[in-house]
C-alpha cells in the first residue's frame, strides 16, 4: 500500500516521508521501504517504547500540530 501509494504520487522513496503513530506498522514499514519516517505520539507507541525496537522514527513528535509547526519553523528559517 505504501509503495502504491508513492507511486501514484510520482515521488521516490527519499522523496516521501511516513507519518504514524505505530512503530510495529508505519514506522517499520516506512523504514523498509527507505522512507524518512515521523512518529507521532498521539497513538499507541510511547516516547519510552522506543528503547524496544531496532529502528527508529527520524524525528519524534508529540503531536501532528508539533510536526506542522517544526516545518514551518524550518521554512522560515529557509526564507
Known sequence: MMR???KELGLSADETTMIG????TD????VEMGYRTVL???GGTSREDLTRYTWQPDP???????????L???????A
Open 4 to 6: 502504491a501509494a508513492r
Open 60 to 70: 519524534v513528535v508529540e503531536s501532528i500540530g508539533d510536526l506542522l509547526s517544526q
Open 72 to 78: 514551518m519553523d524550518l521554512e522560515g528559517t529557509a
Open 21 to 24: 503513530d505505530t512503530m510495529e
Open 40 to 42: 507521532v505520539l498521539s
Open 27 to 30: 514506522i517499520l514499514g516506512g
